[in-house]
């Protein structure tokens, strides 16, 4: 590293303890929402592979806990893996899922952190469904961040999960569907969600420069604020977590109101 990277480092650190100095614990979003984006690309720029792109957004994953441990966030949703993402080529996605059950394991034998998995298990191989269920099971006590791993998640596949949950519970109560539809309403749905009984994200956090949802928590993310920034998810740094925080603090949250 040259001297010129030193002092870029030095002023960049200075000016994160210099944000961090002036955030409002008050204003700290309780669930934030992730969108990692950009593996690919960074890995294109760096002249790296596309498993080694993917391999260094993982190792940024647990970096981005700590900082939000540091908070007085409570929740943490990470997508690591859409349904759409299922399209792409098997020498992409066979290494993918292999990374994404490293970091599985990883979050949870770290001790921190409580992992709940939100997505469609159907749709994720035996080894990845073994590996969620042991995870879940192994973190249930941990008084810590709820960190939800979005595998195999897509927002509109959540809210067809709910609706075919719904009507199995009500087939399962001897509820006729006409009671059933009578009794559909905003807080129902959202007990048959995979977030259920969570608190729908504060914050949504894109990388890479894209400015879309993609199909994120669309149901739970209605009164969410969205905070895109250009770097790729594995460049992204603390300073960048703070001005996240900063730029949520700054907002007023009207709920449409």
Known sequence: MNLRDKLRGLLVRLYARRVEGHLDPAQVPKHIGV???????????AGSTTAQGHRAGADKIEEFLGWCTETDVEVVTLWLLS????????EELVPLLG???DVVRT?????RWRVHHVGTMDLLPPVMQATLKEAEEATAHVDGIVVNVAIGYGGRQEIADAVRSMILDAQDRGTSMEDLADSVDID???????TK????????IRTSGEQRLSGFMIWQTAH???YFCDVFWPAF???DFLRALRDYAARGRRYGG
């Open 35 to 45: 969108i990692m984006d950009g593996n690919r690309r960074w890995a294109k720029a």
């Open 83 to 90: 349904t759409d993402n299922f399209d792409r080529p098997q």
């Open 224 to 226: 969410s604020e969205y």
């Open 197 to 204: 009984a969570q608190p729908d994200p504060d914050l949504v």
């Open 99 to 101: 990374i994404i059950e």
């Open 107 to 111: 979050l949870a034998s770290d001790g």
């Open 188 to 194: 129902m749905i959202g007990r048959h969600l995979y």
């Open 237 to 239: 740094r603390k300073v």
